[in-house]
Structure formats: C-alpha cells, structure tokens
C-alpha cells in the first residue's frame, strides 16, 4: 500500500511539473511553427542533430573528462567528430544552458547561506571563482573574477540576491574573515540591495559544506589543465556548475522519471527537443499505473 501511494505521489509530481512546463513553453512561443523555428536556429549550422550536441556538452560538463577522451568515447558510439568541434559546442552550449535552466536549478532550500571563494587558474594566472551554496551545498550562486576585493565581493553578492523571492532571501550569510564581504554586505544594504535585517557570520567550520563542495568542483576542472581566457573559463564554468546543480537533484521537481534519462529530458526540454513534458508524464503515468495494476 505504502508503495502504492508513493508511485501516485510521483505521478501528480511529474503531471504537475508537465503542465507548469507546458504552460510555460506555450507562454514563450515553443509551441508547433515558433518552437521548430527556434530548434533549427539553435542548431543551425552544426552539421549534428541537437540530441548530439547537447549530449556532448552534458557528458563533458558533468564527468570531467578531456576533449579527448569524449571524442573518443563518443566515437565508440558511432559520432565522428573532433575535439575542436566539441570545444566549441562547450563555449557555445554551456552558457545557454545554465541560462535557460536557472529558473529551474536555482531555488534555495534554506535562508542560511555559506559564501567563498576558490581558485581557477586562467592563461597562467589565478583568478577567483565566488560562489554560495546554502546549508544543505545546493548551489545559490557563482561569479568569476580576475580580482579579490570588496567590488568582486559586491558584484557577486549582488547577482546571486538578485530575483530571489522573499522567502528566498538569507537571513544569515556565512563567509570566512575576508574584510571584503562585511564591507560588500554594508553597501549593499546601504543601497537596498540586501536585507537589513541579514546578518553576517564568520564562523570557519560552518563553510566546511562549500568547501566540500570545492573538491567536487575542482575534479571537473581539473582535466581542462588551465583556461585561455576568462570568456571561455567562465562559459565552461556555467555548465560545470549547472550540471553539478542538476545532480544534485536542485531541479528534481522537473525530472520527470527521477533518473540519469530524466535529467537529460531536462536539459532537451529546455532546447525544445523530444516530446513535450506533458507527453512524457503522460506516458510516464500510464507506465506507473500498469506497474500498480499488475
């Protein structure tokens, strides 16, 4: 009985997550001719199908292999293509699809947030990859910079409070004793940027979480043996960390069949390829409640 009832909370999960996908889809021009017309602009001139360009870039993006080795992975599957070409569906995809998704990944799950920085070695020199995760490491925020001080400080901490909710925003954001945040944070609440009411901790071992979540990062970045410029560390970063968000599971509400296939379907979706999400919940559905009538 107990599974019974699990299996139909899932069903009206995904319908749910289907009809607000569908509804939002319909509302941005997705439908029938628009939606054909934007698959083919998207795509256009790549010489392979989206289905292949965005499997590329999500298999480089989330396992942290070389070029290289996807070329040649993704030749034992019968896709000839070259390195360079994979490159550049990185720089090109990577962006588009953390933007496409960020409605969907970032939502808090607790207005206690762990902010930090770490390192990101780019034609020789490091630069500072900022980023905030909350209690629980799902990821609020990330900014790149070629410098650590308070204006780095405020521009991160303004993109990643910027469009939150109300319920969103921290009432505790925890960062290590860096001088530049405690003055990023007053200026910003002097500008109305950020809550007065926020207060800002320093305590080490509570950042111990984004610290983990550090290491985690670093093995995707790791096998790219140093960026050639910002542009491209930063555009490749974006996909890096979505597709750690989507791990994570931050965007599970949309993953309809709860698996590695529905994670992809998140990412397709986004480019409008494949059925719709209120097909596939359908058919997801009907498969669920012949498991229960069985």
């Known amino acids: 009985m107990s599974w019974a009832i699990s299996t139909l909370s899932r069903v009206v999960s995904a319908l749910a997550a289907a009809a607000l996908l569908q509804t939002l889809a319909l509302s941005v021009g997705m439908g029938s001719v628009q939606g054909s017309d934007r698959i083919m602009s998207d795509f256009k001139g790549r010489h392979f199908e989206g289905e292949t360009v965005l499997w590329a870039v999500r298999w480089y993006c989330r396992y942290g292999v070389s070029y290289r080795d996807l070329e040649q992975m993704m030749g034992e599957r019968g896709v000839v293509v070259d390195h360079s070409t994979i490159y550049r569906w990185v720089q090109r995809y ?157 965007a599970s509400a949309f993953n309809i069949t709860r698996d590695i296939r529905g994670e992809a379907r998140i990412v397709e979706r986004a480019f409008g390829l494949g059925a719709s999400a209120l097909a596939e919940a359908v058919q997801y559905v009907r498969e669920r409640l012949e498991l229960v009538a069985a």
């Not at 490091?126 to 910079?145: C, E, P, Q």
């Not at 521009?155 to 909710?165: D, H, I, P, S, T």
């Not at 979540?213 to 996909?239: C, E, M, S, W």
Request: charged letters at 30%; hydrophobic letters at 35%; aromatic letters at 10%.
């Open 94 to 250: 990577a962006p588009e699809m953390e933007k496409r998704l960020r409605w969907q990944w970032r939502t808090p799950c607790s207005t206690s947030w762990r902010v930090d920085e770490t390192y990101v070695k780019v034609r020789g020199h490091w630069t500072y990859l900022y980023r905030a995760v909350d209690k629980h490491g799902n990821t609020i925020d990330f900014y790149l910079s070629p410098t650590r001080n308070t204006a780095a400080a405020k521009r991160f901490l303004g993109k990643a409070l910027n469009g939150l909710k109300v319920w969103e925003t921290p009432t505790v954001i925890n960062t290590d004793k860096a001088p530049t945040y405690a003055a990023a944070l007053a200026e910003l609440k002097k500008e109305g940027k950020c809550p007065e009411e926020t207060l800002h901790r320093q305590v080490k071992y509570l950042n111990n979480v984004i610290e983990a979540d550090h290491g985690k990062l670093k093995q995707l970045i790791r096998p790219v043996r140093g960026f050639k410029t910002l542009k491209t560390a930063y555009a490749t970063i974006k996909g890096f960390e979505v597709m750690r968000a989507l791990r994570k599971g931050q």
